[in-house]
């Protein structure tokens, strides 16, 4: 803690910044309600997502033994772009799903087996799954930071700073209170003096 004036000027100043603190910690405790909440809908939203890229993926198993002819589907489709937007949570950006963009290469349909379209269908499905997938996980990431953050000024306000300026306003004003005691007392010690003097000159 460092040293602090004991004067009536450091005592406002203490004040004002207690009244500070006091005046932005509901605020702060409410960003971190709020960055709390949306990390539980993340969290939610990432298992529902889950569950569905499982669901396909297991439709998708269904067809293995047909897929495991030598296609070569990932020559046929692959990801070109994951397009986001920008959202904004408790004040902080985020990346938001927008549309995944695909780099398709024609082909003879007359040389590939009938089955290569509606493997490309479900290829489509989950790679948009997963692009949303990884687009929450950098929410995620970005609203936990944030977090850690806000958690940090929490605490640094309500278990260091506001205690401190409490006890800084508690010494002052009893430093503040013996000086006022003592300077009475000196004005009394005054005022005998004066008093015997008068006396012993009369």
Sequence with gaps: MAKIKLTKNELKKQKDAL???????????????????EILKINTALDELRSKIDLVTSDLNNWVEVFSEDVKLEDLLSVDKIITDEGNIAGIDIPVFKEIVFKEKDYDYWVYPLWVDFALDYLREIYELKAKELVFNRQLLAVKEEL???????????????????????????????????????????????????????
């Design 148 to 202: 850690r953050i806000t958690t940090q000024r929490v605490n640094l306000f309500e278990k260091v700073k506001i205690p401190e300026a409490r006890e800084n306003i508690r010494k002052i004003r009893i430093c503040l209170g013996d000086m006022q005691t003592a300077s009475v007392v000196r004005g009394k010690i005054a005022k005998v003096k004066i008093q015997k003097k008068e006396e012993a000159m009369v």
């Design 19 to 37: 009244k500070r603190f006091n005046h932005y910690l509901p605020t702060l405790q409410l960003k971190k309600q709020q960055l709390q909440s």
